[in-house]
């Protein structure tokens, strides 16, 4: 139904829509380009305003909490050089296909000195990024434009979008409409026709295996429920491993980095692949291996990306949680073994034996933490070389229980901890984070602070750049500006607010992880973890030439 608005700005127009239609909160660096919304924000008891220590924390933020509601929250940035700080976290909303409004401040609209603007066009600069972009012309339009930027955001792919506008705009009387966005699935008579077609596809299929995206995670347990019935092995795309239970008997493994050869057996043996909700990036296609030439691929999804490869391809445009109900509807079931493919993942999921080590293990600290923190607890990670540890070792068996970025994005793991906890307070939140990571966007701690979130950050410092300084071991035999001095992480948090713990050795871990996890305040745990444990099969001392570890 549509209500007009009675003496209301534009500014308070805007944000009825988006509480409306269900966002929670806008994250921003304040700036003085929007002060009629912030101003706005402190009388809608619906609206939580979070102001961080950097953009592109209050970036990476508001997509953490878009990919964990499904829902887009509010990311405002002001005029200048600094909006390029969003970036990286519009990025990784778009590459990971996550509901986000960005809402721009561009040039004023009046302009008094008559003079060229010598601003570049912001909007621009993010269009590649995003989904759908727009400029507001006239003050009036931009209730309309909330709306349209609501439905782009949520419907076909998910993505982010932009919306650019005038700082002289939000003052604007608005006594019109107001709009409420179309969020209605498409539910034509095309799904159980496609549903039909896959069916038979299934029936023909030897050894059909499913690969689980992003999208899989709002029907996960229609996803359960179709591997069960039709006898699905189900591998988890890159960094969305909540979204097939890992303990499930019919779990393939994970589509990461370093993956044995005989974890891929499954994968090499089907004759049809189901892409549900799977973006087909190269490290969960195992740099475009996969689908081979001689397997049927369906997609499924919404907004499919037209993927050029050999082999038959099917696209099924839908969304994946109605899909997979009618599909069980129509298919006959059918019992597959996935046995063999099950005990080859829980064997390469098995953390190694560390004793007698007096370093900390990165693989201990994983285990530490998973084994005190509650089963359903929200996991954060970025792209370091810890994440690798993570990925491997910690088992996810809850829906919306990983948060982490497939574009390799650093410095997310502390700003996707405090949106996780902002946006479920009752879930333990913690976020496993490498030293370089942490240095980026660390700063944050202050914010979660200053919102009483009480996130748990473990730091695993080793004083390097990982990742770079095994390919420089390997490529030329010595290392090139990949160390940086230590840092006492824990009198940092302390500074902030935060409880701060330093670990030097495995046995501190499990009563350091308990007494941060009944703090009701966010913790840091800096743990001195092997300098030499690069990734979980590589050491770093032996990656050098033989001739320059023996001198």
Known sequence: MTTHAQSWTVAQTALRILVDAGVRRAYTVPGGCFLELLDACQFEPKMTLVTTRHESGSAFMAEAEGKLRDVPALLLGTRGPNAMNLLAGVHTAFEDETPMVVILADRPALNLTGGVPDERDLIELF????????????????????????????????????????????????????????????????????????????????????????????????????ADKLGLAVYNAFRRQDAFPENHARYAGHLGIGIPQRQLDALDRADLVLAIGARLDDVTTQNYRYPLPSQTLVAVGTGLSRTPRRGLTFRVEAEIGPFLRELCAVAEPRARRSSAANAVTHTFMTPPDTRGSPFVHPADVVRAVRKVVPENAVVTSDSCPFAGFVQRYWCFTEPHTQLGPADRALGYAVPAAVAAKLASPKRAVVAMVGDSSMLMTGQEIETAVRYRTPVIVVVAQNGLYGEIAMHQARTHGRLSGVSFSPVDFASWARSFGAAGYTVQSPEQLEPTISRALHHQRPSVIDVRTDPDVINPDVRLSTLFPVDSRTN
């Not at 506008?165 to 095309?190: K, Q």
């Not at 159980?192 to 996960?220: F, K, M, N, T």
């Open 127 to 226: 269009r590649p990024y995003t989904k759908w972009a727009a400029k507001a012309d006239k003050a009036v339009d931009i209730p309309d434009l909330v709306a349209e930027a609501l439905e782009e955001s949520q419907t076909g792919r998910r993505g982010p979008v932009v919306l650019s506008v005038p700082p002289d705009f939000w003052v604007a009387p608005y006594d019109g409409p107001v709009p409420v966005p179309d969020l209605t699935p498409d539910r034509s008579g095309a799904l159980l026709r496609s549903a039909d077609e896959v069916a038979a596809l299934l029936a023909d299929s030897r050894y059909p295996v499913a690969i689980a995206g992003s999208r899989a995670r709002q029907a996960r347990d229609e996803l359960i429920a179709a």
